[in-house]
């Protein structure tokens, strides 16, 4: 694989920088660009493997234990109290987890979690408990970039997916009426090897779909006699008197297989076919959505060599990626559309925007329907089109140009003016006449272009503040007509030189704002 | 396509032309589309309503694969009911007393939870479509999915749809001339490839009309990967912008539903699109997503509470429609990827194949198409067999409800021809198909290994008869023909060539009585009773 190596004509720059940071990370800070700049290629990717361990005080008080204890009755004050606490801890985890991304450190390991999240896909949906869903997140947060291989064997038995794709409920039965294929399918054809393999032929058929189903068998979730039927169990337990052992042809081997065996046959059998599957989707997520062309195929192909050869670990595979040639050529530069949470969360990290409600820990005296009610930032997430915990099916968000439809670009478009103009409010609460989502656009300014603040005035710091965020902000150098554009928005159409940020009486704090806005409103602003 | 045929089918689907004052960059290439000689140079101004194809379709979108089975019930089915409680521990099957009876049919009904629809079926609204699939059915929710969207066959990968391919040849100059509303309209969040066309998109989402974006700005157009996500991001923002402009003057001018609708997602959805219509917005084909209908376990409770949601969201939209004065030009029709296997896997069902579909409108021709579900003859998976290809279904809303002629439905339709089936009112069929899609009738003619007449029905008919049947010799196929007799031996419907199983004969003018179908090859005769009632 050919390495990135600066040359002159082809320095390690900001613009450099500036991609492997909105790759690897969520809403990179101009400090943090400079910063990696400054360090080198090397030592920056080195950064990006630093795992962190999150603030958890939004939730520390329920993760890790039994999950509540639900009332037998259906109705009633004891049912509703429980309810409104489900819901709450499940929007809880929901706040939590993006105030994690926003306060998360130069790291891949939020951006991982989340493509483990869309790839071993389950949803609240199904899975009632957040703390069970927890259990899950825990799990591809401890696993960022080790070993796919044993992920997909924890996942396999992992309590949450066991309910989502009803694993828990296929077992051995004389008459084979507990025989479910849901989760076979899906590990098959979502999780692991995909359905067909680059050449077009299917990697499996219905009746591997169906062999593997009953190796599955035997997993399941414990029920808490205490809980209304509800699954409560954290852990799953093995039950042999469920289990079909009984011999089995899967993807040609034939043997009394498992749930271990299934995993190892699939990536003894089909190794360059799951590699390639899961190499492809590492593709589409770092690189590009353009996997079909030779030059794609080949860098594919060649992770997936590593990815073997690693056996099946996940960071020697990522690190080759970040530190090539190809990762960094101008094809593969600003050209992927920006996911809700890139979108939502990457303005509000770069911006670091405060006053965000659904980040400040329960106060004691509120209801416990508090939570429930202020689930301000997922749903405006989910209106973009990536609603966390809720993914639209068992293939994950689609990705791509559907975050850029007509109906998740309304509510992007919307939330970036109300930001960049401070005109948000909270939606149906007590917030209502308070503005929410706040920033200070001088400090900003002066962070962004040091030297706009420092020149008193004259018409190169107008045009140098103007650059300098247009390159923190946009996916590539505004062009002419766009600086044009933008220059005009913070001159309100007086000459450049009249500009001076620290001239109260020139209002630069609208004037920075309104520059804002309609940089955000730029097709360069939906992209990284 | 001729840019006078352009115009012409412009003109003919009633859709308005962009108004000249919102498209002034482009007023040029009006100005020369218009040219003097052309007739209809005066006509850009205003809707064009044309009688006939103004006319929409409301797709509803089934994702996760609905049971047919348990929708329109074969309540006089021994083995249904052998099948459906063999092995679960819970009964699945819908119990004879509990299914909504049909005057036309001793043996299908509608799931109780179904009432708004049966309602419909009284009124002669609704067509049930039985059997409806499609070759090698695959059972995976993805591919099946793709495969019913982009109406391709099973090992054919179409990024592209069906309706998707269908405007874009009607409407070349797409994107770049935009028309003052959506052609296609997918209702909330998702925009999957029912209208991706070869080239462009030619729909829009749209999940909420509070707040109209303003126009983008156009940068300098780069060939960088970038600058080719730039300018689609750049086409999007602008049909964003022009077509929620639209959306917000229809949902001003429509004031309102007309009717209530239930409380939920997808009687919103619904509720919406009938504003949209009611409003004023000349859009021809929406599509409301209605997803998890995937029912793996608990299918009878969740199947029931999801009809009902499906059932009442119809019903409230039909009668919305009709209050708004446009049931005349609205049609409603279900689709899903697949139907459910027939034996139970505990409390669900696993992925099927063969499955129904409901049309519903003012102009559908009531009643059923199709003959029963076969739960005794399976294909190799266990799954239902199909009789219908979900392409003809295709092809009938293209040719009956769009007035597409054959030539403007092959690109929409890849290539190939599809039988069309009876589903509108007076409408003038095409009975014979064309054989270049063997596939179609593979399927119904292995179930019976010896050539012939395989199976007629309904039994008796009183509109339209379907005949399928086997031949293996494909000369004789070629040469065969189908004609019906009645008792006396006299040929009450001329011979007619055919080559291509199922067909359709239509009946309307034949008294009550007893016939006998015939279908001649030049070696031999093979016949089947038929009866005719009216």
Partial sequence: ?528 | MKRRDFLTLLASTGIAMPSLAAAAPQTRMYAHAASPENPLSGSFSGTLTHSSSDNVLVILRLFGGNDGLNSFVPYNDDEYYYARRKTATQDLSIPAEAVLKIKNSTTMGFHPALKPLHTLYGEGKVCVVQNVGYPEQDLSHFRSNDIWLSGSNADEYKESGWLGRFLEERYPDYPRILPDDPFAVEVGRNLGRTFMGEHTHLGVNIADTSFVPSKPHQSLQKLTASGVEQEYIRQMMMQTSTFLRSATRAESLAKGNRVEYPDEDWARSMAFVARMIGGGMKTQVYLVNMPLWDFHLDQLRDQNYFLTRLANAMFAFQRDIEAFGAAKRVTMLTVSEFGRRVTPTLSGTDHGAGSCLFVVGERVQGGIIGRDPDCSRLDANENLRWTYDFRQIYASMLGQWFGAREADMTTALMQRRYTQLPIFRNHQLRMVGVANDEENSLQSASILAQDGITAVFPQPASDVLTLEYRLTDSLAQHSAVLSLVDMQGRRVLPPQALSFSPTLLNVRSLPSGHYLALLETPHKRYSAPVQIFR
């Fill in chain 1, 1 to 528: 694989m050919e390495k990135f190596i600066p040359t002159p004509a082809n320095p390690w720059s900001y613009a450099k920088a500036a991609h492997l940071l909105r790759r690897a990370m969520i809403g990179p800070k101009e400090a943090e660009i400079r910063r990696a700049v400054q360090e080198g290629l090397e030592k920056t990717v080195e950064r990006l493997f630093t795992p962190f361990v999150p603030n958890m005080d939004l939730i520390e008080e329920w993760i890790e234990k039994e999950p509540l204890t639900r009332p037998f009755a259906p109705d009633g004050d004891e049912y509703w109290r429980w309810f409104w606490l489900v819901t709450g801890r499940r929007t809880g985890l929901a706040q939590w987890w993006m105030r994690t991304m926003i306060q998360s450190p130069v790291s891949l390991q939020e951006r991982m979690v989340m493509f483990w999240t869309g790839h071993f896909v389950t949803s609240f949906d199904f899975v009632q408990q957040a703390e069970t869903m927890y259990t899950l997140h825990k799990l591809f947060r401890d696993n960022a970039w080790s070993n796919f291989k044993r992920l997909t064997y924890e996942v396999t038995i992992d309590p949450a997916m066991l309910i989502y794709l009803g694993g828990q409920d296929n077992f051995k039965s004389e008459t084979d009426e507990a025989i479910n294929e849901n989760y076979a399918r899906e590990l098959l054809e979502l999780f692991a090897v995909g359905r067909v393999n680059t050449r077009g032929e299917a990697n499996y058929t219905q009746a591997d779909v169906r062999n593997a189903a009953r190796a599955l068998t035997g997993w399941i979730v414990p029920k808490s006699p205490t809980q209304g039927g509800a699954y409560a169990a954290l852990r799953s337990e093995f039950v042999p008197y469920r289990h079909d052992n009984s011999v089995k042809t899967f993807l040609g081997e034939r043997g009394a297989w498992n749930a271990a065996d299934v995993i190892d046959t699939i990536f003894k059998k089909r190794e360059r076919e799951t590699a390639t599957f899961i190499c492809t989707k590492l593709y589409r997520t770092f690189v590009s959505l353009g996997t079909a062309s030779a030059q794609a195929r080949a860098f594919i192909d060649e992770l997936a060599n590593i990815f073997i050869a690693a056996k099946w670990e996940v960071k020697p595979v990522l690190e080759q990626l970040f530190t090539s040639a190809h990762f960094f050529s101008e094809e593969n530069t600003g050209c992927l559309p920006k996911s809700g949470a890139d979108y939502l969360l990457g303005l509000m990290r770069v911006l670091e925007v405060q006053n965000v409600p659904d980040f400040e820990a329960t106060p004691a005296k509120e209801t416990v329907a508090y939570r429930w009610n202020l689930n301000d930032l997922p749903m405006r997430m989910e209106a973009m089109g990536q609603r966390l915990f809720f993914p639209p099916d068992v293939a994950g968000w689609q990705g791509g140009r559907t975050w850029v439809s007509p109906s998740a670009l309304v509510p992007r478009l919307k939330f970036a003016r109300n930001i960049a103009l401070g005109t948000t409010r909270m939606r149906d609460w007590d917030y209502k006449t308070a503005y929410i989502h706040t920033f200070d656009p001088i400090a900003f300014a002066k962070t962004v272009s040091p030297r706009s603040a420092a020149a008193p005035n004259g018409s190169n710091t107008a045009q140098e503040l103007v650059r300098a965020l247009a390159q923190l902000l946009l996916c590539e150098t505004a062009d002419e007509s766009e600086m044009t554009l933008l220059l005009h928005a913070l001159m309100e159409g007086a000459p450049a030189y009249e500009w001076d940020i620290n001239n109260a009486e020139l209002r630069p704090q609208e004037r920075i704002r309104a520059l804002l806005a309609a940089m955000f409103a730029l097709p360069k602003f939906q992209l990284y």
